[in-house]
């Protein structure tokens, strides 16, 4: 059974620049499912009683859509049609959302499979790696444990990035904004587009 979809008492409008809706129109179509998943993030506001559930609804769009835009070298698949792994490291906050959010999709003739695992030693066979604010408080993991090559990392904290993460989706004042490290991403021979750059902030460390 799916989760009820957010009622419109959970979203207030952002402040906007003036424009700001008919500028989306000369954007390519490529980019526009990312704009959207970036524009919720803005718009957010879940109520007290369903913050968790809605949050993470909005964190499983955002790793289905950054499989759109990373580039992984050949080397990271088995074969030309094996899938996309979304492993989630930790107590998975995500429910049935992130199940649902790549459920019959597919990118560049790829399917997804989520996986639970429990350190990062096992996550070296996944291509995008969500670290749970759980598993990432208790100190227990160590992304040096991953090999050098092609797991994208995702996190939620604010020390992720300083602590070798490539994506932080960090959550504040209720709306979920977007940091990546391009540095960390690019010693892990994985390639993001300038697309996805454009709408982030950039940390490097």
């Known amino acids: 059974m799916r989760e009820r979809l957010p009622s419109r008492s959970a979203f207030t409008s952002p402040d906007l620049p003036s424009g700001f809706f008919s500028s989306l129109l000369g954007l390519k179509p490529s980019i526009l499912p990312l704009v959207f998943i970036l524009l919720m993030g803005v718009m957010w506001r879940a109520r007290a009683a369903e913050t968790g559930i809605e949050e993470y609804q909005v964190k499983a769009a955002f790793?289905?859509?950054?499989?759109?835009?990373?580039?992984?070298?050949?080397?990271?698949?088995?074969?030309?049609?094996?899938?996309?792994?979304?492993?989630?490291?930790?107590?998975?906050?995500?429910?049935?959302?992130?199940?649902?959010?790549?459920?019959?999709?597919?990118?560049?003739?790829?399917?997804?499979?989520?996986?639970?695992?429990?350190?990062?030693?096992?996550?070296?066979?996944?291509?995008?790696?969500?670290?749970?604010?759980?598993?990432?408080?208790?100190?227990?993991?160590?992304?040096?444990?991953?090999?050098?090559?092609?797991?994208?990392?995702?996190?939620?904290?604010?020390?992720?990035?300083?602590g070798g993460g490539m994506i932080d989706l960090k959550l504040e004042n209720a709306r979920v904004r977007v940091e990546i490290n391009p540095d960390a991403a690019e010693r892990a021979r994985l390639r993001i587009s300038s697309k996805l750059l454009s709408l982030a902030e950039i940390r490097r460390n």
Do not use: M, Y
């Open 63 to 162: 790793l289905f859509n950054f499989a759109k835009f990373v580039e992984w070298p050949a080397q990271a698949f088995q074969s030309a049609d094996s899938p996309i792994a979304i492993c989630v490291l930790g107590p998975n906050p995500f429910g049935s959302s992130l199940d649902q959010a790549v459920e019959g999709k597919v990118v560049g003739n790829r399917k997804f499979v989520v996986r639970d695992v429990r350190d990062a030693q096992q996550a070296n066979d996944c291509h995008i790696l969500f670290v749970s604010a759980a598993a990432w408080t208790r100190s227990q993991v160590r992304l040096g444990d991953i090999k050098q090559c092609c797991v994208l990392t995702v996190g939620e904290e604010d020390s992720f990035i300083a």
